[in-house]
């Protein structure tokens, strides 16, 4: 993800990223959110609806150990919580796999070589992008 839109994140949820600051021999999350900016609002709610149940509803704290993309769906791993926080984060697993990770428009998954959650637009593009890589020599 953009640092822009990753940094809003940081701001916005401090308790959740908690971890971000740590080295990598103690948590993934010093790698940021390695994912595609397309699912900013996918994480974006899921850390709104998460942030609430913990203000409001007396839920044990959550951190955010990770948050990646794995075959071609969003991964959030994380400490604490209740079932509702499991919950939350599978739906948005879910809805991941239908969301363009590249632009958040609707998507579905391609297996070209790596599954992706892509719109058609940016399937397109990206696998011209590709040709046009190879053709200079450099895939």
């Known amino acids: 993800m953009n640092p822009e839109l990753q940094d809003k994140l940081y701001e916005k949820y401090p308790d959740l990223f908690r971890e971000k600051d740590l080295p990598m021999s103690q948590t993934c999350m010093c790698w940021g959110l390695e994912c595609g900016d397309g699912w900013y609002n996918l994480i974006d709610s899921a850390c709104a609806i998460i942030s609430h149940e913990i203000k409001y509803n007396k839920c044990p704290p959550v951190q955010f150990t990770q948050v990646k993309e794995k075959f071609g769906g969003l991964r959030i791993y994380y400490a604490g ?7 939350v984060i599978s739906t948005v697993g879910y809805l991941s796999e239908m969301t ?4 958040g428009n609707p998507g579905k998954q391609t297996n070209e070589g790596w599954i992706r959650t892509l719109c058609e637009p940016c399937r397109e593009k990206r696998n011209a992008s590709r040709a ?3 053709d200079r020599g450099e895939g």
């Open 81 to 87: 919580g209740n079932d509702f926080i499991s919950g």
């Open 100 to 103: 363009c990770e590249t632009c």
């Open 132 to 134: 046009t890589s190879f």
